[in-house]
């Protein structure tokens, strides 16, 4: 018995992303997603590295604007494709890696040994001993990982360390060193100080929080200044990764959180938790908010404690650099009504839309693209889930009920906006043997946009 259908008669049908401009701009071109998609005849991720590039600067600019000397570092992880590398290497940023073949990659790219730091916590020998070729600055996380380093040095000559600390934040962390570990390493380093050139300190939080990150930095400050004074350089901090994104804007996330129904979802799914794609700070601003967080003895913030005693500030953003720089298009295969909602299904997997597999649904709204044609007068809006293409049950990109203008048809795309951070290569696979979506970087010049496949 509807007569209208307003979004607010239907909560939790709408969630509508955020979107950069250049995303618009692209959905609004009638020829180029339905070219990309001729040409790759499956599933693709766009991704735009000009939005990765700003990103960066804005990283940059916060250093600069609070007087702190430091680095971005992006963490390759988030997102394997090429195309980053380059965008780092135009913004001035180093990347963070954490495997061997990470490492060759990026250094495939052309990112210098010296500009790559190296996290991870099971390093290979392999790992330890390509790093230590390239002078990349690695990242210890434990003391029989020293030893090895150590060995490796004794063959290759001085190696850079940074010493990572396991946070009081999260003490059960498998990560980082203890503070009697730490003493027992300080001691070790002090040793081989011929070998080994101890750079400083590091952490990585989980969660998004600014002040356990502000606190943690000012406190590895003082223990850069104790290292010092034993001889060793330790003038550089990295505070890691886990600056935030928001894909939402607060008020669709709050109204969404307050009344959330397990109804809202095919088969009244239950959800025990939702990643937040609403949250403040973001980005850059988080990061500022760190450095304008207030210090302890003598210094009013953070950043006037790096300053004051010539630390650098290093960090490993990953998810935050890739805001707003892809989206991913999956072709609609078709549409089974369903009682009051549909069930669409797409050439796909949803192991492509991977926060699925930490138990929570990625939630801003794919949209509905299809090339310009003539109405067929039988537009009518519907609510519809997303399948994959597998013979899963749980092969679900959306269980959520979302609102689409008309009924989704074969030949139209579902576009799954913001998802370069995690959400391609983080669990995709071949499952069935269909092959990975195929990857497409757009740049832009003289108001055109172009595109090309890219690893
Ligand atoms: C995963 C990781 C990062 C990147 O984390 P984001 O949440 O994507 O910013 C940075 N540093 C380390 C050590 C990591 O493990």
Redesign the pocket.
């Known amino acids: 018995m509807e007569l209208t259908t307003t979004t607010a008669t239907r909560p939790g049908t709408t969630l509508r992303a955020v979107e950069p401009a250049w995303a618009h701009q692209v959905r609004a071109d009638q020829e180029l997603l339905a070219d990309i998609g001729y040409a790759v005849a499956g599933p693709f991720h766009v991704l735009y590295p000009q939005q990765f590039e700003q990103n960066v600067r804005a990283f940059n600019g916060a250093l600069d604007a609070a007087g702190v000397d430091g680095r971005v570092y992006y963490?390759k992880?988030?997102n394997k494709s090429s195309c980053w590398l380059s965008a780092c290497l135009d913004a001035g940023a180093g990347v963070?890696v954490?495997s061997a073949p990470e490492l060759v990659d990026a250094l495939g790219g052309g990112v210098r040994g010296e500009d790559l730091v190296v996290?991870?916590a099971a390093k290979s020998t392999e790992l330890l001993w390509l790093a230590a070729r390239h002078r990349s600055l690695i990242?210890v996380d434990a003391l029989d990982e020293l030893d090895r380093l150590i060995d490796v040095a004794h063959s290759v000559g001085n190696v850079r360390v940074l010493l990572r600390v396991l946070p009081q934040e999260n003490p059960n962390s498998r990560f980082g060193l203890n503070p009697a570990e730490l003493d027992q390493a300080l001691d070790r380093l002090v040793k081989e100080r011929e070998r080994v050139t101890t750079e400083g300190f590091s952490f990585?939080l989980n969660g998004y929080a600014v002040a356990p990150r502000a606190s943690l930095a000012a406190e590895l400050v003082d223990r850069c200044l104790a290292a010092r004074a034993r001889g060793l350089v330790a003038d550089s901090i990295s505070i890691?990764?886990?600056?935030a994104v928001s894909y939402v804007d607060a008020a669709a996330w709050q109204e969404f959180t307050q009344s959330y129904q397990d109804s809202w979802f095919h088969s009244d799914k239950t959800f025990t938790h939702f990643y937040p794609y609403h949250q403040a700070p973001v980005g850059a601003q988080m990061l500022t908010a760190i450095l304008d967080s207030p210090a302890d003895a003598g210094y009013a913030t953070v950043a006037a404690k790096f300053a004051g005693t010539g630390t650098r500030l290093l960090l490993?953003?990953?998810?935050?650099l890739l805001d707003g720089a892809g989206f991913t298009a999956f072709p609609v295969q078709g549409f089974k009504p369903r009682g009051d909602y549909g069930i669409i299904t797409v050439s796909g997997l949803s192991m492509s839309v991977s926060e699925q597999w930490k138990g929570s649904e990625y939630l801003p709204d794919p949209i509905l693209w299809s090339p310009k044609r003539p109405s067929t007068g039988e537009d009518d809006p519907v609510s519809a889930c997303v399948g994959g293409a597998s013979c899963m049950e749980y092969d679900m990109l959306t269980w959520r009920k979302v609102r689409f203008p008309r009924s989704p048809r074969s030949g139209d795309l579902l576009i799954y906006p913001n998802s370069a951070?995690?959400q391609m290569d983080k669990n995709e696979t071949e499952f069935h043997q269909l092959p990975l979506p195929s990857r497409v970087a757009l740049s832009r010049k003289e108001g055109r946009f172009r595109w090309k496949l890219i690893r």
């Open positions: 963490g992880k988030a963070d954490a996290t991870g990242a990585h890691g990764g886990g600056f490993e953003p990953g998810r935050a951070g995690y």
